[in-house]
């Protein structure tokens, strides 16, 4: 090709005016702003899902503390009883949970454990929002109050 050439096809070739992309961006835009709240809200109804399979897998782990010690962590001894042994308990037989992640709920709150009586106790994750009460993924999921095929 000759130099006059390249020129004259040059010419031809055309780019993005700055009004179209900022049409394209607007549009993106709004695309985003209506998309978001929706994959937000579904990922609220996961981590609500999963502080449920969590505290159904603490209270399993404490009623495997208690199978082998014959009673349930005190107060005193509190979650951390699952992952490291209370001093002078011989019939420990753990660490019944894998790590101290375990004791966190999705929100990377601590369980809270009420170790009610010997036979008995609670667990509970104050939801999104780490308050007592509240609605949707801001509600309370307390064990043994629900059933974990409530969503």
């Not at 009004?19 to 109804?45: F, N």
């Not at 709150?109 to 667990?123: H, M, N």
Request: net charge negative; with cysteine; glycine share 8%.
């Amino acid at each position: 090709m000759t130099a006059e050439c390249q020129n004259r096809c040059r010419k031809h070739e055309q780019g993005f005016t700055l009004t179209e992309l900022l049409v394209v961006m607007v549009i993106l835009s709004l695309l985003a702003a209506a998309i978001t709240p929706q994959v937000m809200g579904r990922l609220d109804k996961s981590k609500v899902r999963a502080a449920k399979l969590q505290i159904d897998t603490l209270a399993a782990s404490l009623d495997l503390f208690k199978i082998d010690t014959g009673r349930y962590p005190t107060a005193q001894e509190g979650l951390t009883a699952l992952i490291e042994q209370p001093a002078a308990l011989e019939a420990w037989d753990g660490p019944y949970v894998r790590s101290g992640t375990s004791l966190t709920d999705p929100w990377e709150r601590e369980f809270v454990y009420d170790a009610g009586s010997a036979s008995s106790f609670k667990l509970v994750s104050y939801g999104a929002d780490g308050k007592e009460g509240g609605s949707k993924h801001d509600s309370d999921i307390i064990w043994p109050d629900y059933k974990l095929k409530d969503n």
